[in-house]
């Protein structure tokens, strides 16, 4: 068999640099995110001058640049002074206070982390930081399984900015009174970004993985069209990634029209975030609603009670928000009506890929 004679020559590929499509890869710059990027530098320069920073939550949908934005502005900080101590943990790896201080450690660089308890451990971070000024990042906030942590910071550490990054507008309600009334954040939003916003950063994306003019126009604005429909900049990485690899296998020096609806089409159930990152409770409502999609809320909750769920509506209703807030599912507000006021729930993301025009 000539498996490979038809493929294009060996070593030979339609990538540059694939790595710039990695979702952890930090460009040069990020476009459309200016205004926060600033925000945040004037949220932190106070340390500069031996001042206290301001603290803020960053909240937006899954794959608007809360991140990126966020780490550019830390590497331009470190790039600047060295008078500044910079922590980024991401909360959905360092979970608890624990996991939380012994990273802070290794950041720090101190090894003796053996057999000391987390409040020893504290001390001696406290200690370290102390010393100078520190620009906290906890990402992906909400998914902490205990704020001990951020209530020692705030008592404990003199000169310092936090930056709390959370998908979820409820998890900013429900915030532990103790921690809000001493971190007074100034909110700063993520909105999606606009159809030309979202073409011109994978475009930006593009020129580093593919050499100039890989894309056939069509093939571009199709992947661009379909990203901005998702919301999620992600879902554009990964299309732009598979519609390399369909061109490759093809032999294929150019990536039509043709390859970028094939990537579109593989992808059946793009999440913005992966279902396994739900809890259980979520998946089963997730499920229920894919079984169910155009129904109204309550009685999507009857089902579920009905099928033996054991959740209370509030919480019901709380996993639904969370599900939405993470385009999972899409919902509908229905104003007045024989009922009043519901909500009804469609699954969200499943078709819009596949659909073509
Ligand atoms: N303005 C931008 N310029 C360049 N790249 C961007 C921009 N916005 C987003 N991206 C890219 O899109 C991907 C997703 O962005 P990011 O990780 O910042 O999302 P997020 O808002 O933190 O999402 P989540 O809430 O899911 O963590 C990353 O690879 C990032 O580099
Ligand atoms: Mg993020």
């Known amino acids: 068999m000539a498996l490979f004679k038809d493929m294009l020559n060996s070593g030979e590929s339609l990538f540059v640099n694939e790595i710039a499509l990695d979702y952890d890869f930090i460009p040069k710059v990020v476009p459309y995110r200016e205004t926060q990027q600033r925000y945040l530098a004037a949220c932190i320069k106070p340390l500069l001058n031996q001042r206290n920073g301001r603290n803020v939550i960053m909240l937006g949908p899954p794959g608007v640049g809360k991140t990126v934005a966020c780490k ?19 909360c959905w790896q360092k979970n608890t206070t624990y996991k939380v201080v012994i990273a802070m450690c290794d950041i720090l660089g101190y090894k003796f982390t053996q057999n000391k308890k987390t409040e020893e451990l504290f001390e001696i971070v406290k200690n370290m930081l102390n010393k100078k000024s520190t620009v906290f990042v906890f990402d992906e906030i ?80 199709f992947l661009a069209k379909k990203t901005f429909e998702v919301g999620d900049i992600r879902a554009g990485l990964h299309l732009l990634r598979e519609s390399g690899l369909i061109a490759e ?33 979520s998946k089963k409502i997730l499920e229920l609603i894919r079984g169910n999609s155009g129904k109204k ?31 999972f599912i899409k919902t509908e507000k229905l104003v007045g009506g024989a009922e009043g006021n519901t909500t009804i729930l469609k699954i969200a993301i499943d078709k819009k890929l596949t659909e073509f025009d």
């Open 142 to 221: 909400d998914k902490a399984e205990d704020y001990d942590f951020l209530y020692s910071l705030l008592e404990e550490i003199y000169r310092k900015s936090i930056f709390l990054i959370t998908n979820y507008k409820s998890w900013i309600d429900e915030m532990d009174e103790r921690i809000r009334s001493r971190l007074l954040p100034d909110i700063l939003e993520f909105k999606p970004y606009n159809a030309i916003e979202t073409k011109g950063i994978l475009q930006e994306r593009a020129g580093y993985a593919f050499p100039p003019n890989a894309f056939e126009p069509a093939a571009f604005d």
């Open 297 to 327: 809320i309550g009685d999507l909750f009857k089902i579920y009670q009905e099928l033996g769920g054991q959740l209370v509506y509030k919480s019901f209703q709380r996993r639904v928000n969370k599900l939405d807030e993470n385009k």
């Open 72 to 90: 550019h502005v830390l590497q331009e900080l470190e790039e600047t002074t060295d008078d500044v101590i910079l922590v980024y943990i991401n």
């Open 249 to 281: 296998d093809s032999s294929s020096k150019k990536i039509t029209l043709e390859h970028a609806q094939k990537a579109c089409s593989k992808l059946q159930t793009f999440s913005a975030k992966d279902t396994e990152e739900l809890d259980e409770d």
